[in-house]
């Protein structure tokens, strides 16, 4: 069985993100979204709240497990016995981080690939602190996320 982990901090999760797991299942036979506490973030969303919006904009997929780690990334991903790592790029801008973390991980453990896998042109600029912004600021982010993301900010932000 191939396993796919696609790690990320998901707060929230965005239709880029879906995107990119819905591309990871066509070449994956299980795809693991893997959520992140990142100690170099601060989140809106707490890890519960953040697995609680990603299964529900995933529901209707199947072969998606959704857990969260707070271990080295490799390591996670070996004891997931995980053959590969999933990462989105959107623009070149995220290519030299991606880059330098894929040759990290691979140093660490030269068996786990990383696949970079690109959205849909129409997600190429989303991203969740975007989202966070503009719904924080009042603005509509309805074409961004899921529904229920959409409800878990306007509650977040106090604009129910």
């Known amino acids: 069985m191939r396993i796919g982990i696609y790690p990320g901090t998901f707060d929230p999760i965005t239709n880029g993100h879906i995107d990119i797991i819905l591309r990871s299942t066509m070449i994956f036979d ?7 506490t990142n100690q170099n973030k601060s989140p809106l969303f707490t890890v519960e709240e953040r697995i609680e919006m990603i299964r529900a904009s995933l529901k209707s997929l199947d072969h998606i497990e959704i857990e969260s780690f707070d271990e080295l990334l490799v390591n996670y991903a070996l004891r997931k016995k995980a053959s590969a790592l999933i990462r989105g790029l959107r623009a070149t801008s995220d290519f030299e981080y991606e880059f330098q973390m894929a040759l990290m991980n691979s140093k ?3 068996d786990l690939i990383t696949v970079f896998l690109m959205p849909n042109e129409k997600y190429t600029y989303l991203n969740s602190t975007i989202v966070k ?28």
């Open 30 to 36: 299980q795809v693991v979204v893997a959520v992140t």
């Open 133 to 160: 912004e503009v719904a924080r600021l009042g603005g509509s982010v309805e074409c961004f996320v899921s529904h229920f993301v959409n409800e878990k900010l306007k509650v977040k932000f106090n604009l129910t």
């Open 108 to 110: 660490l453990c030269k």
